[in-house]
């Protein structure tokens, strides 16, 4: 089982609504992620904190917007998505961004899949 | 010419063959290299590391060809289990970028 937590495992949202995706690790990492991944395609990075401060945004439409409330807490806020965000979108830890580019331990959620309808 | 690419495959091999796949990388300050497997509806997971001496793990041994720019997994004696996509991640050495490739597909046949 992956230590790394993620809520709603599945979501189905209009494109008028407001959710967040959410996601929790316990394993003391400084270094979160988002990750979009579409069906048969690899994943596709969003954001990256590093300390609880964002530091990469991979030119990510502004209708998604993270959220690190603490080094254990990652959001992703979704606000007038379209349907072609629909996708599993993964978040992922590692002890910090310089430990993954060492090490490649990268840890993923299972994801949340996401519908826009 | 993109950063990191793969044969998406499928490669369909029979258990027990040994199968092998590379990837490629177009940028040579590329500093970090490695395998993931990411099976059906699932998340990806480390693999292993590639070292340029060789990283071997049971039955499965990745390499890293600096001179011409790829890494290999070869799977000795596959098995049924050994089916999912592997997908190929290199990290870049100006930004630390993590680039995933888009993954071969193994079906591992009884």
């Known amino acids: 089982d992956t230590e790394v937590t993620q809520t709603p495992k599945h979501l189905v949202m209009g494109m008028t609504n407001k959710k967040s995706l959410k996601c929790e690790q316990h394993?003391?990492?400084?270094?979160m992620y988002w990750y979009k991944q579409k069906a048969k395609k690899p994943p596709e990075l969003m954001f990256v904190?590093?300390?609880?401060?964002?530091?990469i945004n991979e030119s990510v439409p502004s209708r998604f917007s993270p959220e690190c409330p603490n080094s254990s807490l990652l959001n992703l806020h979704l606000h007038a998505l379209q349907p072609e965000d629909s996708a599993l979108y993964l978040c992922?830890?590692?002890?910090?961004?310089?430990?993954?580019?060492?090490?490649?331990?990268?840890?993923f959620g299972e994801g949340s899949r996401l519908t826009v309808l | 010419r993109k950063e990191v690419e793969q044969d998406p495959g499928p490669f369909n091999v029979p258990e027990g063959a040994t199968v092998a796949f590379n990837c490629t990388y177009s940028?040579?300050?590329?500093?970090?290299f490695f395998w993931y497997r990411q099976d059906c509806r699932k998340e990806p997971k480390l693999l292993m590391s590639?070292?340029?001496s060789g990283n071997e793990d049971g039955r499965f041994t990745a390499q890293l060809n600096r001179a011409s720019q790829y890494i290999s997994l070869l799977i000795r004696d596959s098995k049924l289990s050994d089916s999912a996509t592997y997908l190929c991640?290199?990290?870049?050495?100006?930004?630390?970028?993590?680039?995933f490739g888009k993954g071969t597909r193994l079906h591992i046949l009884p």
């Open positions: 992922a830890s590692s002890q910090d961004h310089r430990h993954f580019s060492d090490t490649g331990e990268l840890f």
């Open positions: 394993m003391g990492h400084r270094a």
């Open positions: 904190y590093s300390y609880e401060k964002l530091s």
């Open positions: 940028n040579s300050a590329s500093q970090s």
């Open positions: 590639v070292y340029s």
């Open positions: 991640v290199v990290v870049r050495n100006r930004d630390d970028k993590i680039i």
